[in-house]
């Protein structure tokens, strides 16, 4: 394929487009264990869906989260950090979900 054609071809022009139909929704990952992998194309999905929402919080949270993933990867810390970041997820959303309850409460 010469290069005009890949300039061309779906994935190239709209990415994410391309990734939000069903058939082409491609598994890129990064081992990380022997049971665990990120998903790396799926992680810049979520990113750029939150970007879209314009919920910027959310996008510097998954890209911080992908980043130190990954350079946990590098130095041999990958079972450790991810479930760190899986504690500290859900400490995260217990403590939304807690604020919800007593907004509502007022």
């Given at each position: 394929m010469s290069e005009s054609n890949l300039t061309q071809q779906p994935w190239f022009l709209d990415p994410f487009g391309w990734y939000e139909e069903a058939e082409y929704q491609h598994v890129v990952s990064l081992q990380i264990s022997d049971t665990k992998a990120l998903d790396i194309l799926r992680g810049l999905y979520d990113i750029y869906r939150n970007l879209m929402r314009n919920d910027m919080q959310e996008a510097i949270d998954?890209?911080?989260a992908m980043a130190v993933i990954i350079?946990?990867?590098?130095?041999?810390?990958?079972d450790e950090v991810v479930e760190e970041l899986l504690v500290m997820k859900a400490k995260n959303e217990l403590d939304d979900f807690l604020q919800e309850i007593l907004e509502e409460g007022k």
């Open positions: 998954d890209l911080k350079i946990a990867h590098t130095l041999g810390y990958d």
